[in-house]
């Protein structure tokens, strides 16, 4: 597609729901990141993968966040037992390579309230 | 621990007028840093980059530049537009993928 695409736009969920939040990226985008951005901060990173591979979950609060990438293509990041604390945007971005030279392209973000 | 910080976290500007925003970071490992730009609602926006091997990068009304020395980076936007009105974030980027954002700065345009 023409830039990366996350759904759903706005999510509501109540405490101790699980919920999924997905990212498509740029056709052709070998690597793909997540973020998390909390109000009137900068985007705090989750994890990165290169095509199917994970390569890097440091970034992850806790093990109730899951991400995969299972096709090399489309992502789903995952969080169990939703906390209020987890009430931020998700951020999706892809990227050819790595964000030397290239950056990084950002869709506009999930956001989560968490009730 | 790795981190990037603004001096400014607001800033008002007349439109026309030239903008300044500051950062500041801390990993001298960082050999490169990137601007981006975000607009209410949206997701950040690659402006400009620039390598550690260089101090200065030049593009359409913007300029990035860097002293390692004081581990310090800005942007300048010349002639500043009510559309340039936005946060305004600085990342750095060590050996691999990751890219560490800062708090961001607040531009306020004023017509």
């Known amino acids: 597609g023409a830039g990366v695409s996350q759904s759903p736009r706005y999510k509501v969920a109540k405490r101790g729901q699980d919920v999924a939040l997905r990212c498509d990226p740029i056709?052709?985008?070998?690597?793909l990141f997540w973020y998390q951005q909390a109000l009137g901060q900068g985007p705090e990173f989750l994890t990165y993968?290169?095509?199917?591979?994970?390569?890097?979950k440091s970034g992850l609060p806790s093990d109730r966040f899951f991400a995969e990438r299972p096709e090399g293509s489309v992502s789903t990041l995952k969080i169990q037992r939703t906390q209020q604390e987890d009430s931020a945007v998700y951020l999706c971005?892809?990227?050819?390579?790595?964000?030397?030279?290239?950056?990084?392209?950002f869709g506009s973000g999930t956001r989560l309230t968490v009730v | 621990g790795e981190s990037v910080g603004l001096h400014l976290p607001t800033l008002s500007v007349q439109e026309g007028d030239n903008s300044i925003i500051n950062c500041a970071y801390s990993?001298?490992?960082?050999?490169?840093f990137i601007w981006y730009k975000q607009e209410s609602g949206k997701g950040p926006q690659f402006i400009i980059d620039?390598?550690?091997?260089?101090d200065k990068r030049q593009g359409q009304r913007v300029t990035v530049l860097l002293n390692k020395t004081v581990k310090h980076l800005s942007l300048q936007i010349a002639a500043t537009q009510p559309g340039d009105s936005a946060v305004y974030f600085c990342?750095?980027?060590?050996?691999?993928?990751?890219?560490?954002f800062g708090p961001g700065t607040s531009l306020s345009v004023i017509p």
């Open positions: 990993n001298s490992a960082s050999d490169y």
């Open positions: 990342a750095e980027n060590a050996l691999g993928d990751k890219v560490i």
């Open positions: 620039i390598r550690s091997n260089m």
């Open positions: 993968f290169q095509n199917e591979a994970q390569l890097d």
């Open positions: 056709s052709g985008h070998v690597s």
């Open positions: 971005a892809s990227s050819l390579g790595g964000p030397r030279g290239y950056g990084y392209t």
